[in-house]
Nanobody, 121 residues
Framework: QVQLVESGGGLVQAGGSLRLSCAAS????????MGWFRQAPGKEREFVAL????????AYADSVKGRFTISRDNAKNTVYLQIDSLKIEDTAVYYC??????????????WGQGTQVTVSS
């Protein structure tokens, strides 16, 4: 079992930055791929970014490439999402996840409770 707790969300003006953190606990957490998803009001949850357990592989949604950076510190069991040049359309609840990654496909098995990011004009 893996437990995930997100933090770092908040209200920020467009063009600003935030760093989200996801603290993981549980057995073999470092062997999991980790990902971030987000869900805006009235929309489906969508993939944002993922990172392989070794950090050798990262992937991003096209809508965030160049602005979001995912990283992890396995010694701290923590994954981060650096968000720069925030846009109003980035407003959403951001969820951390942990799961398996195989042949380019990520399958999340565990989810955090989410952290709200609100971008104002």
């Amino acid at each position: 079992q893996v437990q995930l707790v997100e933090s770092g969300g908040g209200l920020v003006q467009a063009g600003g930055s935030l760093r989200l953190s996801c603290a993981a606990s549980g057995r073999t957490v470092v062997s999991h791929a980790m990902g971030w998803f987000r869900q805006a009001p009235g929309k489906e949850r969508e993939f944002v970014a993922l990172i392989h357990w070794s950090a050798s592989v990262t992937a991003y949604a096209d809508s965030v490439k160049g602005r979001f950076t995912i990283s992890r510190d396995n010694a701290k069991n923590t994954v981060y999402l650096q968000i720069d040049s925030l846009k109003i359309e980035d407003t959403a609840v951001y969820y951390c996840s942990a799961g398996g990654y195989y042949l380019g496909s990520y399958s999340p098995s565990y989810w955090g409770q989410g952290t709200q990011v609100t971008v104002s004009s």
